[in-house]
């Protein structure tokens, strides 16, 4: 799936306004447009991360895949924080994931952290 599709995906599944403009807030299941049309760099740079899993191992196939993350919304008054947080899958996994913080301002990613 191209970028620009995830992008437009998550708009359908998140753009429901709720009006995590301007303050620090968890956006409770939804988010503004704003938030979803700055998620690219963050879906782009974690899709690069996770072709890291190659091992071939049940577990590293399952969490190579996008799908099996959820994504959580921060909004700041200059920032988006886009965090991956990997589903269990049965695998009783705990841990993992990413989070990413995208300026505002000129969508680039300011800030970069791996979940152990």
């Given at each position: 799936?191209?970028?620009?599709m995830?992008?437009?995906?998550?708009?359908?599944?998140l753009a429901?306004?709720?009006?995590?403009?301007s303050r620090?807030?968890?956006?409770?299941?939804?988010t503004?447009?704003?938030a979803?049309?700055r998620?690219e760099?963050?879906?782009?740079?974690f899709?690069d991360?996770?072709?890291?899993?190659?091992?071939?191992?049940?577990?590293?196939?399952?969490f190579?895949?996008?799908?099996?993350y959820?994504?959580?919304?921060?909004?700041a008054?200059?920032?988006?924080?886009?965090?991956?947080v990997p589903?269990s899958?049965?695998?009783?996994y705990?841990?993992g994931g990413a989070?990413?913080?995208?300026s505002?301002?000129?969508?680039?990613?300011?800030?970069?952290?791996?979940?152990?």
């Open positions: 799936m191209k970028p620009r995830i992008v437009l995906a998550l708009t359908v599944a429901t306004g709720a009006g995590c403009a620090v807030q968890m956006c409770g299941g939804t503004t447009a704003e979803v049309a998620a760099p963050a879906v782009v740079a899709k991360h996770l072709k890291k899993y190659d091992t071939g191992s049940d577990m590293d196939i399952y190579s895949d996008i799908r099996h959820d994504l959580v919304i921060k909004a008054e200059s920032t988006f924080e886009y965090e991956f589903q899958g049965g695998y009783g705990k841990g989070s990413y913080t995208v505002r301002q000129n969508g680039e990613i300011v800030r970069t952290e791996y979940m152990k």
